[in-house]
């Protein structure tokens, strides 16, 4: 079971890659010839994606909505070169080593505050922001901790994903979860860690390493 996942998971890494190469090369206006191969790439990425997710095969339906949709996303040169979404993750501890962590509304799960990357902020802004909309609390950034491929770290996206984790340091404001996105946040050790933890806690070895100075920054 475990190595039809894996292959599931890396055709459905191709799948993202073939669609990427078709639309990139549609943003940038193919002469005729060249724009029938990129259409035809886009089909065809489109009915592998249908049958990976299909149950008995081909679902011709899915495909030609896939096909469509993609078709749709295609932007005219430069904006239209497809790359990964970026996400930000805030690290932060008080002076008792303990983690923020909130638990997310969409998931009931536990993880430190996060969000995509949005168009006019740097990744520290966002951060920021992040913490102080999510929990009401101030931040300032410090140190990069690393930038994970969320391919390689089995993130559950249907699209590539990069995320950038900043630690930050805690400077103010008053612990308030935001009512739609949190639950519930607060400060935990190492030791008394809440459940359920996102991705199954995969983050938190390289977390707390980090803090204590025992793991220097990731890029992966």
């Not at 909130?102 to 920021?128: F, H, K, N």
């Not at 983050?203 to 890029?219: A, I, L, T």
Request: one cysteine or more; hydrophobic letters at 40%.
């Amino acid at each position: 079971m475990v190595e039809l996942v894996d292959i599931t998971s890396k055709l459905a890494t191709w799948v993202d890659a073939l669609r990427a190469v078709a639309q990139t090369g549609l943003a940038f206006d193919p002469h005729t010839y060249d724009r029938e191969r990129y259409e035809e790439l886009l089909k065809l990425a489109a009915e592998m994606a249908a049958t990976i997710n299909g149950r008995t095969g081909l679902d011709p339906v899915l495909a030609a909505e896939l096909e469509s949709h993609w078709k749709a996303d295609v932007r005219a040169g430069v904006p239209g070169y497809v790359t990964p979404k970026v996400g930000v993750g805030a690290i932060v501890f008080n002076e008792r080593d303990e983690l923020l962590l909130i638990q997310r509304s969409d998931s009931g799960s536990w993880l430190y505050p996060t969000g995509w990357l949005d168009v006019g902020y740097t990744p520290g802004e966002t951060a920021v922001k992040e913490v102080e909309e999510e929990t009401g609390l101030l931040v300032e950034p410090e140190r990069l901790m690393g930038v994970y491929d969320g391919r390689r770290r089995r993130y559950p996206m249907h699209f590539h994903m990069i995320s950038v984790m900043i630690c930050c340091r805690l400077v103010g404001g008053v612990l308030s979860p935001h009512p739609l996105e949190v639950m519930e946040a607060g400060f935990f050790s190492f030791e008394r860690l809440p459940q359920p933890l996102h991705l199954g806690g995969s983050w938190v070895q390289d977390v707390f390493r980090f803090h204590r100075g025992q793991q220097e920054p990731v890029f992966e």
